[in-house]
C-alpha cells in the first residue's frame, strides 16, 4: 500500500497508557537512602569510628541478605532498588553505637530475610523489616542493645569509660531532673534538639532528621499524615507524666514518625488510615515508655501498629461515587 | 455536594504534562484528497454497514456507498473514483475489518450540499435522519452512533446538554482548533441537538487552559439566533480526565453520574464538539460525514500538524503530509497517549472515531517489566472514581480477580490515571480489565444458575 509505512512497522505495541510518570520505585528507595544521609553523618561525627562499624555492619547484612535471598529463589537481583540498603541504614540508625558490628550484621541480615524476603519480597512485607530486625536484636543481645550508649565525642577524647545511659532510660530509673542532668542542665533541650546526647546513631538529632525529611516532603515522598499521628498519640498518651517534652524530643520518635511510619509498604494506603495508624503508634509508644517494661517503645509501637495495617485499610478507603438511586 | 466540588477542582485526578505546545498554534489544514481511501464498512459501534456498491464502480464524493443495517450508520465516499475492491482490510482497532476501497479520481466531481432553507423548521424525526443517514457518530473517540444516544430509551428524562469541549488527552489540539475554527457550527449544531432531546439548557464544558476556544464560542452564542435556549459556556480545571462523561457532567452540573450508569442517569446528554458541528452540518445541509480533524503529533513526526482528513485516509499518508517520521519514532498510538492504543503499523484507515495520531518514540511503558505494589497510594488519589487500584491488582495476580469488587473494579472506566501514577510501572488498567472480565463472567455465570 503505502511507501511510508513500510520501513518502520511493525511498531511496539504495549497497552496504554502510553504516557508515564519520570517516577519510579528505585528512585523514590534511593530519595529515602539520601534523606538519611543528613542524621547519619551526624551519628558518625558524634560517635566516631564505632558508629560507622554499625552502619556498614548492618547495610552490609541487609544486602547481602538480600542477595543471597534472591539467589536461592531465583529471582532476579533486586538489591539495586535500594530497599535493602535503606532497611540496613534506618536499623542501623536505631541502634547503640557501641553494639558490636558482627551484632548489627545479624540484625541486618536477620531483617532482611525474616522481616521481607519471607513474605515474598518488597511490596509483600506486613513488619516494618528494620523494627523487625531491631527487635530481634533485643532479644538477641540485651545487653549490647541496652547499655551500649556513648557519651557524645567521648571516643574522640579517649575517655576511659564512655559508656552512658540515655536520657529515657535515665528518667525511666530515676526522674525527669536526672534525665535533664544528663542532658546538660540548662541549654539540655538545645543539645537535645540538635542531637549532643546519648542516644542511638541516627535518632539523636531532631534538626537534621526534619531537615532530611522536609527533602522527602518536597518531593512528595512522604506526607505529614502518619507523622502529625505519631505526635499526636504520643503527646496525648504522655501528656500527664509532667516529661511530654522530653518525650517528644528524645528517643527515636522523630525518626520513626519521618522515616518508618512513612514506609509505604507497612503503613495504610489513605490518607485518614495513615493519621489512625500514626496516632496509633503514638498512643502505644507513650504506653510502653510509662508502664511497659522498656524505657523506648516506638519499635515494638510501630510492629503492633504493622499487624493493625490491613484492618486499617479495610476501614479508612477512598471515597467512592455513591451507588445508590441509580435508574441506570 | 461538597466533595464533588472537590473533585471538580482536581482530587482524584492527574495533571500529566500536555504536551499540546506542538499543535496547539496550528491552524487546521486540509489534506488534500488522498489517492485511495480504505473505509471500513464497522467505524461505529453497532451493526456493520451494507455495501450498495459494487468492484468497479465509479463514486462521487459525498455519495453513499454502503446502507445502514439494524441499529448502524451508512458509509459515504471520501473521495470521487472507482470502487477497486470490497474485501476484508486492516482496521485500526478490530485489526481486520471488511472494507470497500476507493481509488481516486479527480475526473468525477463530488456531491454538492446546497443549504436546505428550511433547515431551522425541521421536526425532531426529521432530524435524527439526517444525522444517521449522515453517518455520524461520537467523534470524541467513542464512535457510538449519534442518532441512537438521541433517542433517549423509555423512561429517560433530560434538561441539559453537556457540550464537551475539555479535550484532556496529552498532545491533542484538534478539538481545541475546531472551537476556534467554527465555534458557529458548533452552537448551532448544539441548539440542534437542544431540540431534538428537548432540553432548555446546554453547558459547554471547556478547560482552563484554552480560554480563547471559550471565547469563540460564547461569542458565538451571542452571535447565533435566540431561540429561547440557555446557553452557557463554563471553564473547568485542565485536569485528567476532565473530558471523561462522569467528570465533566459533576463540573459543569454538580451531579454524579451513578456507577456504570450512562449521563441520562442524572437527566444530562453529552455530545463532543466535533459532533456537533457535524449535526450542523448533517442537519442543515444533509451533508455526510466526510472528514474529520485529527491531530497528528508527537516527538516521532518531523512536523505535527491539526489536519482535516478524509475518512479512511492512510494513516502513513497523514503521516507524509506531516513530513514523515523522524527516524526515532517507535510506537503509534491511535487516540491520545491516555486511552488510545497502539498500533503496529501506519498502513490502516482514519476512521471516524479517530481523533489523535500521536507517534512516540523510546521504549514502551511496561517492555522493562514491573515491580510489585509498594503500596504507596499514589494510584488511590489519581483514581477520579475513587477506586482501589491497588488492591484490584494484587488480587488479580493473586490468581484472585473475583475477589476484587469490594474495590470497584466492575466501576472503572479506564482512564488510565492510576498506571500514569504507579511508580513500580504496573499495568493498572489491563490488571482492572483482568478484573471486570472475571467479575462480568461470574454474574453471568449466577444468573445462568439463578435462571
Same mark, same amino acid.
Given at each position: 500500500?503505502?511507501?511510508?509505512?513500510?520501513?518502520?512497522?511493525?511498531?511496539?505495541?504495549?497497552?496504554?497508557?502510553?504516557?508515564?510518570?519520570?517516577?519510579?520505585?528505585?528512585?523514590?528507595?534511593?530519595?529515602?537512602?539520601?534523606?538519611?544521609?543528613?542524621?547519619?553523618?551526624?551519628?558518625?561525627?558524634?560517635?566516631?569510628?564505632?558508629?560507622?562499624?554499625?552502619?556498614?555492619?548492618?547495610?552490609?547484612?541487609?544486602?547481602?541478605?538480600?542477595?543471597?535471598?534472591?539467589?536461592?529463589?531465583?529471582?532476579?537481583?533486586?538489591?539495586?532498588?535500594?530497599?535493602?540498603?535503606?532497611?540496613?541504614?534506618?536499623?542501623?540508625?536505631?541502634?547503640?553505637?557501641?553494639?558490636?558490628?558482627?551484632?548489627?550484621?545479624?540484625?541486618?541480615?536477620?531483617?532482611?530475610?525474616?522481616?521481607?524476603?519471607?513474605?515474598?519480597?518488597?511490596?509483600?512485607?506486613?513488619?516494618?523489616?528494620?523494627?523487625?530486625?531491631?527487635?530481634?536484636?533485643?532479644?538477641?543481645?540485651?545487653?549490647?542493645?541496652?547499655?551500649?550508649?556513648?557519651?557524645?565525642?567521648?571516643?574522640?577524647?579517649?575517655?576511659?569509660?564512655?559508656?552512658?545511659?540515655?536520657?529515657?532510660?535515665?528518667?525511666?530509673?530515676?526522674?525527669?531532673? %536526672?534525665?535533664?542532668? @544528663? !542532658? =546538660?542542665?540548662?541549654? &539540655?533541650?538545645? +543539645? /537535645?534538639?540538635? #542531637?549532643?546526647?546519648? $542516644?542511638?546513631?541516627?535518632?539523636?538529632?531532631?534538626?537534621?532528621?526534619?531537615?532530611?525529611?522536609?527533602?522527602?516532603?518536597?518531593?512528595?515522598?512522604?506526607?505529614?499524615?502518619?507523622?502529625?499521628?505519631?505526635?499526636?498519640?504520643?503527646?496525648?498518651?504522655?501528656?500527664?507524666?509532667?516529661?511530654?517534652?522530653?518525650?517528644?524530643?528524645?528517643?527515636?520518635?522523630?525518626?520513626?514518625?519521618?522515616?518508618?511510619?512513612?514506609?509505604?509498604?507497612?503503613?495504610?494506603?489513605?490518607?485518614?488510615?495513615?493519621? %489512625?495508624?500514626?496516632? @496509633? !503508634? =503514638?498512643?502505644?509508644? &507513650?504506653?510502653? +515508655? /510509662?508502664?511497659? #517494661?522498656?524505657?523506648? $517503645?516506638?519499635?515494638?509501637?510501630?510492629?503492633?501498629?504493622?499487624?493493625?495495617?490491613?484492618?486499617?485499610?479495610?476501614?479508612?478507603?477512598?471515597?467512592?461515587?455513591?451507588?445508590?438511586?441509580?435508574?441506570? | 455536594?461538597?466533595?464533588?466540588?472537590?473533585?471538580?477542582?482536581?482530587?482524584?485526578?492527574?495533571?500529566?504534562?500536555?504536551?499540546?505546545?506542538?499543535?496547539?498554534?496550528?491552524?487546521?489544514?486540509?489534506?488534500?484528497?488522498?489517492?485511495?481511501?480504505?473505509?471500513?464498512?464497522?467505524?461505529?459501534?453497532?451493526?456493520?454497514?451494507?455495501?450498495?456498491?459494487?468492484?468497479?464502480?465509479?463514486?462521487?464524493?459525498?455519495?453513499?456507498?454502503?446502507?445502514?443495517?439494524?441499529?448502524?450508520?451508512?458509509?459515504?465516499?471520501?473521495?470521487?473514483?472507482?470502487?477497486?475492491?470490497?474485501?476484508?482490510?486492516?482496521?485500526?482497532?478490530?485489526?481486520?475489518?471488511?472494507?470497500?476501497?476507493?481509488?481516486?479520481?479527480?475526473?468525477?466531481?463530488?456531491?454538492?450540499?446546497?443549504?436546505?432553507?428550511?433547515?431551522?423548521?425541521?421536526?425532531?424525526?426529521?432530524?435524527?435522519?439526517?444525522?444517521?443517514?449522515?453517518?455520524?457518530?461520537?467523534?470524541?473517540?467513542?464512535?457510538?452512533?449519534?442518532?441512537?444516544?438521541?433517542?433517549?430509551?423509555?423512561?429517560?428524562?433530560?434538561?441539559?446538554?453537556?457540550?464537551?469541549?475539555?479535550?484532556?488527552?496529552?498532545?491533542?489540539?484538534?478539538?481545541?482548533?475546531?472551537?476556534?475554527?467554527?465555534?458557529?457550527?458548533?452552537?448551532?449544531?448544539?441548539?440542534?441537538?437542544?431540540?431534538?432531546?428537548?432540553?432548555?439548557?446546554?453547558?459547554?464544558?471547556?478547560?482552563?487552559?484554552?480560554?480563547?476556544?471559550?471565547?469563540?464560542?460564547?461569542?458565538?452564542?451571542?452571535?447565533?439566533?435566540?431561540?429561547?435556549?440557555?446557553?452557557?459556556?463554563?471553564?473547568?480545571?485542565?485536569?485528567?480526565?476532565?473530558?471523561?462523561?462522569?467528570?465533566?457532567?459533576?463540573?459543569?452540573?454538580?451531579?454524579?453520574?451513578?456507577?456504570?450508569?450512562?449521563?441520562?442517569?442524572?437527566?444530562?446528554?453529552?455530545?463532543?464538539?466535533?459532533?456537533?458541528?457535524?449535526?450542523?452540518?448533517?442537519?442543515?445541509?444533509?451533508?455526510?460525514?466526510?472528514?474529520?480533524?485529527?491531530?497528528?503529533?508527537?516527538?516521532?513526526?518531523?512536523?505535527?500538524?491539526?489536519?482535516?482528513?478524509?475518512?479512511?485516509?492512510?494513516?502513513?499518508?497523514?503521516?507524509?503530509?506531516?513530513g514523515g517520521l523522524t527516524d526515532t519514532a517507535t510506537r503509534v498510538v491511535s487516540g491520545g497517549p491516555m486511552m488510545g492504543r497502539a498500533l503496529p503499523r501506519l498502513d490502516v484507515p482514519l476512521v471516524k472515531g479517530m481523533n489523535g495520531l500521536v507517534l512516540l518514540t523510546g521504549r514502551g511503558p511496561f517492555e522493562e517489566g514491573y515491580g510489585p505494589c509498594i503500596q504507596c497510594g499514589r494510584c488511590l488519589d489519581a483514581c477520579p472514581l475513587g477506586l482501589e487500584p491497588n488492591q484490584v491488582s494484587i488480587r488479580v495476580e493473586a490468581g484472585r480477580a473475583t475477589e476484587s469488587a469490594p474495590f470497584g473494579a466492575a466501576e472503572c472506566y479506564e482512564c488510565g490515571a492510576c498506571a500514569y501514577v504507579c511508580p513500580s510501572q504496573r499495568p493498572l488498567v489491563q490488571f482492572l480489565q483482568v478484573a471486570k472480565s472475571a467479575l462480568r463472567k461470574q454474574r453471568e455465570n449466577?444468573?445462568?444458575?439463578?435462571?
Amino acid at each position: 500500500m503505502s511507501e511510508a509505512a513500510a520501513p518502520r512497522a511493525p511498531f511496539v505495541v504495549t497497552p496504554g497508557p502510553h504516557l508515564r510518570t519520570a517516577e519510579s520505585t528505585r528512585a523514590i528507595m534511593w530519595w529515602v537512602n539520601a534523606a538519611l544521609l543528613p542524621t547519619m553523618a551526624w551519628g558518625l561525627w558524634v560517635f566516631g569510628p564505632p558508629a560507622l562499624e554499625v552502619i556498614v555492619g548492618a547495610v552490609a547484612g541487609a544486602v547481602g541478605a538480600e542477595a543471597l535471598a534472591n539467589r536461592m529463589m531465583r529471582q532476579r537481583l533486586t538489591v539495586k532498588d535500594g530497599s535493602a540498603v535503606c532497611t540496613g541504614l534506618l536499623l542501623a540508625l536505631t541502634l547503640p553505637p557501641l553494639v558490636p558490628w558482627w551484632a548489627a550484621l545479624i540484625g541486618g541480615a536477620f531483617a532482611i530475610l525474616l522481616g521481607k524476603m519471607i513474605f515474598g519480597g518488597l511490596g509483600y512485607n506486613l513488619f516494618n523489616p528494620a523494627m523487625i530486625g531491631r527487635a530481634f536484636m533485643m532479644a538477641s543481645f540485651p545487653v549490647a542493645m541496652t547499655t551500649g550508649w556513648s557519651i557524645p565525642r567521648a571516643w574522640y577524647s579517649r575517655l576511659e569509660a564512655i559508656t552512658t545511659a540515655t536520657p529515657l532510660g535515665v528518667m525511666r530509673e530515676h526522674d525527669l531532673q %536526672a534525665a535533664l542532668h @544528663l !542532658i =546538660g542542665g540548662p541549654g &539540655g533541650w538545645f +543539645r /537535645l534538639l540538635i #542531637g549532643m546526647r546519648p $542516644g542511638s546513631i541516627g535518632e539523636v538529632s531532631v534538626v537534621l532528621i526534619v531537615a532530611g525529611a522536609l527533602v522527602l516532603l518536597a518531593r512528595r515522598v512522604i506526607t505529614l499524615y502518619a507523622p502529625a499521628g505519631v505526635f499526636v498519640g504520643l503527646a496525648v498518651m504522655t501528656s500527664f507524666s509532667g516529661a511530654a517534652w522530653l518525650h517528644l524530643l528524645s528517643g527515636g520518635v522523630w525518626l520513626a514518625a519521618l522515616f518508618m511510619a512513612t514506609d509505604y509498604v507497612t503503613s495504610p494506603a489513605t490518607r485518614p488510615g495513615q493519621f %489512625a495508624f500514626g496516632v @496509633l !503508634i =503514638g498512643l502505644l509508644t &507513650g504506653l510502653i +515508655r /510509662l508502664w511497659g #517494661g522498656y524505657p523506648e $517503645g516506638i519499635c515494638f509501637a510501630i510492629l503492633i501498629a504493622n499487624a493493625m495495617v490491613p484492618a486499617l485499610d479495610m476501614w479508612f478507603r477512598p471515597r467512592r461515587v455513591p451507588a445508590t438511586g441509580a435508574p441506570s | 455536594m461538597p466533595l464533588l466540588e472537590l473533585r471538580a477542582l482536581g482530587r482524584g485526578t492527574i495533571h500529566p504534562d500536555p504536551r499540546k505546545e506542538a499543535t496547539a498554534g496550528r491552524p487546521i489544514e486540509d489534506l488534500p484528497l488522498p489517492a485511495e481511501v480504505l473505509l471500513p464498512l464497522i467505524q461505529h459501534l453497532g451493526d456493520p454497514a451494507v455495501p450498495a456498491v459494487k468492484k468497479g464502480d465509479t463514486v462521487q464524493r459525498g455519495q453513499r456507498i454502503a446502507d445502514a443495517a439494524g441499529n448502524g450508520v451508512p458509509l459515504h465516499a471520501t473521495i470521487g473514483g472507482r470502487v477497486r475492491a470490497i474485501e476484508k482490510s486492516a482496521h485500526p482497532t478490530l485489526v481486520q475489518s471488511p472494507a470497500i476501497v476507493l481509488t481516486g479520481d479527480a475526473a468525477v466531481p463530488p456531491l454538492e450540499f446546497p443549504e436546505d432553507p428550511h433547515w431551522r423548521a425541521l421536526d425532531r424525526e426529521e432530524m435524527l435522519a439526517r444525522i444517521r443517514e449522515a453517518g455520524i457518530v461520537g467523534l470524541g473517540g467513542a464512535a457510538f452512533p449519534t442518532f441512537r444516544k438521541l433517542r433517549l430509551p423509555p423512561g429517560v428524562t433530560v434538561d441539559t446538554l453537556v457540550v464537551n469541549g475539555a479535550e484532556c488527552e496529552p498532545y491533542l489540539t484538534s478539538d481545541y482548533r475546531l472551537m476556534l475554527a467554527e465555534p458557529r457550527a458548533i452552537v448551532e449544531g448544539a441548539r440542534l441537538l437542544a431540540r431534538i432531546v428537548g432540553v432548555p439548557r446546554i453547558l459547554f464544558g471547556i478547560e482552563s487552559d484554552k480560554r480563547d476556544a471559550a471565547a469563540a464560542l460564547e461569542a458565538a452564542v451571542r452571535e447565533t439566533a435566540a431561540d429561547g435556549l440557555e446557553l452557557e459556556v463554563r471553564v473547568v480545571p485542565a485536569r485528567y480526565p476532565q473530558g471523561a462523561e462522569k467528570q465533566l457532567v459533576a463540573a459543569l452540573t454538580g451531579r454524579v453520574i451513578p456507577p456504570r450508569a450512562l449521563p441520562y442517569a442524572v437527566h444530562v446528554v453529552v455530545q463532543n464538539v466535533a459532533t456537533a458541528a457535524a449535526v450542523r452540518d448533517a442537519v442543515r445541509f444533509r451533508r455526510p460525514l466526510l472528514d474529520r480533524v485529527v491531530t497528528v503529533t508527537g516527538p516521532g513526526v518531523v512536523e505535527p500538524r491539526n489536519l482535516r482528513a478524509p475518512i479512511g485516509t492512510l494513516l502513513s499518508d497523514l503521516v507524509r503530509f506531516c513530513g514523515g517520521l523522524t527516524d526515532t519514532a517507535t510506537r503509534v498510538v491511535s487516540g491520545g497517549p491516555m486511552m488510545g492504543r497502539a498500533l503496529p503499523r501506519l498502513d490502516v484507515p482514519l476512521v471516524k472515531g479517530m481523533n489523535g495520531l500521536v507517534l512516540l518514540t523510546g521504549r514502551g511503558p511496561f517492555e522493562e517489566g514491573y515491580g510489585p505494589c509498594i503500596q504507596c497510594g499514589r494510584c488511590l488519589d489519581a483514581c477520579p472514581l475513587g477506586l482501589e487500584p491497588n488492591q484490584v491488582s494484587i488480587r488479580v495476580e493473586a490468581g484472585r480477580a473475583t475477589e476484587s469488587a469490594p474495590f470497584g473494579a466492575a466501576e472503572c472506566y479506564e482512564c488510565g490515571a492510576c498506571a500514569y501514577v504507579c511508580p513500580s510501572q504496573r499495568p493498572l488498567v489491563q490488571f482492572l480489565q483482568v478484573a471486570k472480565s472475571a467479575l462480568r463472567k461470574q454474574r453471568e455465570n449466577l444468573a445462568a444458575v439463578a435462571g
